[in-house]
């Protein structure tokens, strides 16, 4: 049931989840207001009752009052304010039972009222002489009627006690309800809003530090529909397309340190095979008389430089292939940091209409407090009788306020997880920037591997001329001695071939380096 619960929770979008929470918490608020409300107007028909029978009461002791002075007195003000209470007190008591007022206390009442009227009616019918002797059935009877009516009194304050011990037992299970929903709404929203933050908030973070191995806890994130769970996937996404990018930029990056290796052993032996060259070339220049006997040593030479010649061509192409090989990783590097850069442009913007739900949350918990406080107030003027609303008034503040409490702390949540965004958006962008001075420098060295396999065809070339030379040397002496000049200059440029390759060589291993540097940064 509860996972089935978690399930269906994960499948509806942020907004509705703390729609349907707050709706909750706001119905159950307006549930114990209502019920408030209804207690107080139950509390006020009660005490009016209790006021008409008080005048009841006192309305009889007046009649009595007033059939006394009668007697001491007759005279006939007297007799016409005796007529007078009893006239009200009749139609205070056909008012109660229009009220709704029953009972046999309300019967004995008015049998009391009425047959203190029949003898009063006696009296005012009575000679002087009659009216002025004791009359003890009419003292029985105003004593009855007073009975009677404390009786009512007694019976009207029971029954608006039991009223308000009722009343606020409701709205005490009101007001455990309102919590308990309260704090299932609190409970379901950390549940389904503020861990889901935290674990994303932590995977980010483990991804700016180069930490490309970190997962998120159980599969739950793969059965959400709402926003959360698609930001959850969509950055373990970014995570494997990172890691795998990163894992053929290592390879390749390996790749061009090796042949940057081999390309700078293959410089070294050029290099030594153009001073060899320059050597012989010198021997030639000086010994002239002594070429014929050293021409084939001569040819041998050039057939050798002519293969490592061909041979640096051959590295170079291939320094050449891997270079661009690298190039070519370096730009999907580059295409896969833009998209991660627009990733958490959207999760900024996610974060923004949270944002913006939270402040309208705020705004009607602020709302709901003032209410509260203006309902306490009028419930403090109003004394004994407003002390239920006054509860009620607490315990919508005590919601209002805790309602706050919880807006703060997913507000700050969501800063937190907007300021890791930022962060990481900023390391996206430093990736970027490095991603495209390495594709630079890179493209710099293809440059060179370019200029070496020039050199090298060039070098190869001079050779099959050095070889020609060698073999006419025994027929033509002149041709000789001018061959010998330009075989001269051949070999002090390749010389500065060679020095260039050489320090394009070893450029390009430190580019190699600097690069696997970069990569090794980021744990798979």
């Given at each position: 049931m509860y996972d089935w619960l978690v399930l269906q929770l994960g499948r509806m979008n942020v907004s509705l989840k703390l729609a349907v929470g707050f709706g909750i918490c706001l119905l159950l608020t307006l549930l114990v207001l209502l019920g408030g409300i209804q207690g107080l107007n139950e509390q006020g028909a009660y005490s009016e009752r209790l006021t008409h029978i008080g005048q009841l009461d006192g309305g009889a002791r007046q009649a009595e009052l007033a059939r006394l002075r009668y007697q001491l007195e007759g005279s006939a003000e007297q007799a016409q304010r005796l007529r007078s209470v009893l006239g009200e007190l009749q139609a205070g008591s056909e008012r109660l039972a229009r009220d709704?007022?029953?009972?046999?206390r309300l019967d004995a009442l008015r049998q009391a009222l009425a047959d203190y009227a029949r003898a009063a009616d006696d009296l005012l019918r009575a000679d002087a002489q009659q009216r002025g002797q004791a009359n003890p059935g009419l003292d029985s009877r105003a004593e009855a009627l007073f009975r009677a009516s404390g009786a009512l009194f007694e019976e009207g304050l029971q029954q608006r006690d039991a009223a308000a011990s009722q009343a606020q037992w409701h709205q005490a299970l009101t007001a455990l309800f309102a919590l308990f929903f309260g704090a299932l709404s609190v409970w379901a929203i950390n549940r389904q809003i503020v861990r889901p933050l935290h674990e994303s908030l932590e995977l980010a973070e483990h991804i700016a530090q180069g930490d490309l191995s970190r997962d998120l806890g159980g599969d739950l994130h793969l059965?959400?529909?709402?926003?959360?769970?698609?930001?959850?996937?969509?950055?373990?996404?970014m995570r494997d397309s990172l890691g795998e990018l990163i894992g053929h930029i290592g390879g390749s990056v390996g790749q061009l340190a090796t042949a940057a290796d081999e390309l700078s052993a293959v410089t070294e032996q050029t290099r030594a095979g153009v001073d060899s060259q320059r050597l012989e070339t010198e021997q030639v220049a000086s010994a002239i008389e002594e070429m014929?006997?050293?021409v084939q040593e001569v040819a041998r030479n050039a057939e050798q430089a002519s293969g490592a010649a061909r041979q640096a061509d051959a590295q170079a192409r291939d320094g050449e292939q891997v270079v661009g090989q690298a190039i070519a990783r370096i730009d999907q590097l580059a295409a896969e940091v833009e998209r991660s850069t627009q990733a958490m442009a959207r999760l900024r913007g996610d974060s923004g209409k949270i944002g913006s739900v939270l402040d309208v949350i705020k705004s009607v918990a602020e709302q709901t407090n003032l209410l509260a406080l203006n309902a306490a107030i009028e419930a403090a003027r109003a004394g004994e009788a407003g002390r239920g609303f006054a509860v009620v008034a607490d315990e919508v503040r005590a919601l209002a306020q805790r309602t706050q409490q919880s807006t703060a702390e997913i507000e700050a949540l969501i800063a937190a997880l907007q300021r890791g965004a930022e962060d990481a958006a900023q390391c996206m962008d430093d990736s970027?920037?490095?991603?495209?001075?390495?594709?630079e420098l890179t493209r710099r060295a293809g440059d060179a591997l370019a200029a070496i396999a020039r050199s090298v065809a060039q070098i190869q070339d001079m050779n099959l001329q050095i070889a020609s030379a060698a073999e006419q040397q025994s027929s033509v002496a002149a041709e000789i001695s001018r061959s010998v000049g330009q075989v001269?200059?051949?070999a002090e440029q390749s010389a500065a071939a060679s020095q260039q390759t050489a320090a394009s060589s070893n450029e390009l291993a430190r580019l190699g380096s600097d690069l696997q540097g970069q990569v090794g940064r980021f744990r798979l």
């Amino acid at each position: 049931m509860y996972d089935w619960l978690v399930l269906q929770l994960g499948r509806m979008n942020v907004s509705l989840k703390l729609a349907v929470g707050f709706g909750i918490c706001l119905l159950l608020t307006l549930l114990v207001l209502l019920g408030g409300i209804q207690g107080l107007n139950e509390q006020g028909a009660y005490s009016e009752r209790l006021t008409h029978i008080g005048q009841l009461d006192g309305g009889a002791r007046q009649a009595e009052l007033a059939r006394l002075r009668y007697q001491l007195e007759g005279s006939a003000e007297q007799a016409q304010r005796l007529r007078s209470v009893l006239g009200e007190l009749q139609a205070g008591s056909e008012r109660l039972a229009r009220d709704g007022l029953a009972g046999p206390r309300l019967d004995a009442l008015r049998q009391a009222l009425a047959d203190y009227a029949r003898a009063a009616d006696d009296l005012l019918r009575a000679d002087a002489q009659q009216r002025g002797q004791a009359n003890p059935g009419l003292d029985s009877r105003a004593e009855a009627l007073f009975r009677a009516s404390g009786a009512l009194f007694e019976e009207g304050l029971q029954q608006r006690d039991a009223a308000a011990s009722q009343a606020q037992w409701h709205q005490a299970l009101t007001a455990l309800f309102a919590l308990f929903f309260g704090a299932l709404s609190v409970w379901a929203i950390n549940r389904q809003i503020v861990r889901p933050l935290h674990e994303s908030l932590e995977l980010a973070e483990h991804i700016a530090q180069g930490d490309l191995s970190r997962d998120l806890g159980g599969d739950l994130h793969l059965q959400r529909r709402d926003e959360l769970g698609q930001l959850q996937r969509t950055m373990l996404r970014m995570r494997d397309s990172l890691g795998e990018l990163i894992g053929h930029i290592g390879g390749s990056v390996g790749q061009l340190a090796t042949a940057a290796d081999e390309l700078s052993a293959v410089t070294e032996q050029t290099r030594a095979g153009v001073d060899s060259q320059r050597l012989e070339t010198e021997q030639v220049a000086s010994a002239i008389e002594e070429m014929a006997a050293t021409v084939q040593e001569v040819a041998r030479n050039a057939e050798q430089a002519s293969g490592a010649a061909r041979q640096a061509d051959a590295q170079a192409r291939d320094g050449e292939q891997v270079v661009g090989q690298a190039i070519a990783r370096i730009d999907q590097l580059a295409a896969e940091v833009e998209r991660s850069t627009q990733a958490m442009a959207r999760l900024r913007g996610d974060s923004g209409k949270i944002g913006s739900v939270l402040d309208v949350i705020k705004s009607v918990a602020e709302q709901t407090n003032l209410l509260a406080l203006n309902a306490a107030i009028e419930a403090a003027r109003a004394g004994e009788a407003g002390r239920g609303f006054a509860v009620v008034a607490d315990e919508v503040r005590a919601l209002a306020q805790r309602t706050q409490q919880s807006t703060a702390e997913i507000e700050a949540l969501i800063a937190a997880l907007q300021r890791g965004a930022e962060d990481a958006a900023q390391c996206m962008d430093d990736s970027r920037e490095l991603t495209g001075d390495s594709v630079e420098l890179t493209r710099r060295a293809g440059d060179a591997l370019a200029a070496i396999a020039r050199s090298v065809a060039q070098i190869q070339d001079m050779n099959l001329q050095i070889a020609s030379a060698a073999e006419q040397q025994s027929s033509v002496a002149a041709e000789i001695s001018r061959s010998v000049g330009q075989v001269r200059d051949i070999a002090e440029q390749s010389a500065a071939a060679s020095q260039q390759t050489a320090a394009s060589s070893n450029e390009l291993a430190r580019l190699g380096s600097d690069l696997q540097g970069q990569v090794g940064r980021f744990r798979l």
